[in-house]
């Protein structure tokens, strides 16, 4: 079974070597998107009569980045480190700030942040309080990262049996974000969409409550990914997940109903999608794909919006 609403492809890389990890939006609606090639964000304006991906930054010591997260209008921080298949070189993990000075000048990355003990960040929210401090998910180890982006202190919010991965996928808690007091998370592995209570400054204050779980067998070709939140017009807010192999799922987190949103069956509008963004007017959600058809194959990574 697939679900097919309307849908747009803004844009693919076409050299057959980029994976779009993550997502996020500027003040000004331009797209900013995290790779696994050679470390680079690029930027993307979705309004562009043809839109096409601009290198915004590489990283020092980044194959591969992971999750990134505004901090204010002109600053962002970004995670990244050795790339490796399903994880990270232990050691490598690092945090990095991107600041958009003024426009036309490049943008200035900087090292602010070294977690050695971290096996992979990945997805990653800033607190409401305090934008300048993130939170960021190793998703080996099943723990949340605090790290304070102007002064470089790292350490542990909190972790949770909840959050780590087993034998079905290497990964757990993906994709992470902040909504009403609480620090939603997909866990790869376990198939589950949960939330935890936070205090302002990230750490847990309550347990964890599963949402939702994936429809079928947990593998790499079903399993959660990274989501956003939205309020869909007339609508209770919602997650938007993505999931492997093709599809986007939609949980109501009032009613905690599950829906297949968009994809599956033989689908390939949305090809292994990993993050989602909402766009500026709320009224359609960006996904962004890995864009590869078999594991190892080609990756052309894509840009889809969807109206919600």
């Known amino acids: 079974m697939s679900v097919q609403s309307t849908s747009l492809e803004l844009f693919a890389f076409e050299e ?9 939006v ?20 979705p309004n562009a009569a043809t839109p096409k991906a601009e290198l915004v930054a590489e990283f020092p010591g980044a194959n591969g980045i992971t999750g990134v997260v505004a901090n ?23 945090v990095y700030t991107v600041t958009f000075e003024e426009p036309g000048l490049p943008a200035v990355v900087k090292t602010v942040a070294e977690v050695p003990d971290a096996e992979m ?48 996928v290497p990964l757990g808690v993906n994709g992470i974000k902040i909504f009403e007091s609480h620090l939603y998370f997909a866990n ?13 400054d990230g750490s847990k204050t309550g347990d964890v409550e ?10 790499p070709n079903n399993a959660y990914d990274d989501f956003d939140i939205a309020r869909p017009a007339g609508g209770n807010p919602t997650a938007y997940v993505t999931a492997h192999l093709n599809k986007v799922y939609s949980i109501d987190l009032v009613t905690k109903e599950q829906k297949l949103f968009f994809g599956g069956g033989d689908s ?41």
């Open 26 to 45: 500027r003040t000004d609606g331009t797209l900013l998107l995290s790779t696994f090639e050679n470390g680079r964000l690029y930027s993307l304006d």
């Open 268 to 308: 390939k509008a949305v090809l292994h999608p990993t993050s989602v963004a909402t766009t500026k007017d709320g009224k359609s959600i960006y996904v962004v794909t890995g864009g590869f058809e078999t594991f190892g194959g080609p990756a052309k990574g894509q840009v889809v919006e969807i109206p919600i």
């Open 72 to 94: 204010s209008s002109n600053v962002f921080t970004v995670t990244g480190g050795d790339h490796k298949p399903f994880r990270f070189t232990l050691g490598s993990m690092k």
């Open 121 to 168: 960040l990945n997805g990653i929210a800033a607190l409401p309080s305090r934008p300048q401090v993130v939170l960021s998910a190793d998703s080996i180890k099943g723990r949340i990262f605090r790290i304070d982006t102007s002064t470089g202190a790292v350490d542990v919010a909190f972790s949770d049996p909840a959050l780590e991965p087993n034998r079905s």
């Open 210 to 219: 599963i949402i939702a779980h994936i429809s079928g067998d947990i593998n």
């Open 16 to 24: 057959g070597k980029t994976f779009i990890e993550n997502i996020a």
């Open 188 to 200: 790869s592995a376990k198939g589950f969409f949960g939330r935890v209570p936070i205090g302002p």
